[in-house]
């Protein structure tokens, strides 16, 4: 969930939840509780929040995956040494505090004393530095490791004091920390095939792991040990259930608790007074975004004014006033509008079909047997579009883009695959010539790991394999320059450079639509999250459903 937004690189690390299952970051926008109707509750322990996912963890070790299902079930299991508070200002969470030198190069954390791994053994510096030197690991199959690969050494101190050096500025350094603590005593001497955690995670959180039944459901228990208090909840089930209209379904009949809705589900099921009696539903504009990639190594795609005329054909305002019901923005770039690092002024590719067919004529696609299919060198201008399954919105995207498409004379194929296999089969391995995917965005500009051409990697973030030097060396500065100002100029190079050559054709960033069950209580919408304080939900006595 939203318990520090970014780990290890939140641009990635929420992304798939957000996009997938409803984003549940954000202020929120709920309509008050009639005086009248207000009861006045008091905390309890007890209950189950069964929540809603379209798709299964792909492993319990979330350092070494990048969707956001693993992430989220991870959250629940680890911690960190910061995190961003509900006012998305960086606070300790292993770290009681920090010290940072003047020049930048050096923050000295001094740690929680006293702190409980879940099988009862003492959390102390060691831990941390085993975690740094599993994610630089060469053998560690991560996709995160940019972030650590740019400190210079980590030192323990003591017991609760450890020193990390820096050869140069690095502006994420502090929030990059927030990565989750693995525990030395289980891991060490280990390889990721042998080590218990992959099968029986054990960390510092407010939850511990209980069981996972694969495509069926991850369960996880409360911490009684937990340092900033046992939370009131005794459960958290995490259901898959790879289709949000059965998910809708099982809301309804109290089979679940905790889902994002679609447009369709917000603005034309959920509006009666029954349903609103017995869940609350929250609104506000999704820390991500949603886009159609390319597969950059595809011959079809190499040419920057196809893709561009790509761009064109879309109309993106048609989507997101037939698919997301006007519950959406229209995407520039791979930032979120009004963020400090977004660059308004980028170019634009507003719906424009006459245009996209002169660029498509410029680079060599006309239809020379007038069969309405574009041609070059006697092949016809096809593709395939992938997406996941459980998806409704995204399918409906998929088959704008394919209608909006043959208008400029270029046929498209869709194909559905459900969450894992798309992923890992797919994705991960760059197994397809266009994708329609979302990422969630940290809070920080820094997206290295997804645009850098040194993360082109099987299982890296850059799976379109763009390559750019000046976009490359933006983001190096950006990332090593601390005044903002000066971060803000090479970012918004940055996104004019995306924005000239099309490796995404961004689409939308729509609004987040979480419903959940009226029993829970103390839920605080805040800029950082409804769940920046999930350890305090509770259910009263007299409301509980779920009792051992």
Sequence with gaps: MNRIIRRILLVVMLSLVITSCGNKDGAG???AIP???????KPAYGDTIVMGSIGDISGLIPHITSDGSSQEIGSYIYNGLVRYDKNLNIEGELAESWDISEDGLKITFYLRKGVLWHDGELFTADDVLFTYKFMVDPDTPTAYAGDFLMVKSVEVKDLYTIEVTYDEPFAPALISLGIWILPKHLMEGKTLKTTSLATQPVGTGPFKFKQWLPKEKIVLVANDNYFEGRPYIDKIIN???PDTATMFLELQSGGIDFMGLDPVQYTKQTGSAKFNEKFNKYKYLANGYTYMGFNLTNDKFKDKRVRQAIDYSINKEAIIKGVLFGLGRVATGPYKPETWFHNSAVKKYPYNPKKAKLLLAESGWKDTNDDGILDKAGKPFEFTIITNQGNDVRRKVCEIIQAQLKQVGIKVEIRIYEWATFINEFVNKKKFEALVLGWGLSRDPDAYDIWHSSKTK???LNFVTYKNKEVDEMLEKGRTTFDQEERKKYYYKFQEILAEEVPYVFLYVAEALPVISS?????????????HNFIKWYVPKELQVYKE
């Design 29 to 31: 926008d709920k309509a």
């Design 35 to 41: 005086a009248d109707k207000k009861v006045d509750y």
């Design 239 to 241: 259901r898959i259930i």
């Design 458 to 460: 099987e299982g890296e």
């Design 519 to 531: 029993r829970f209580q103390e839920i605080e919408p805040a800029p950082s999250g409804i769940t």
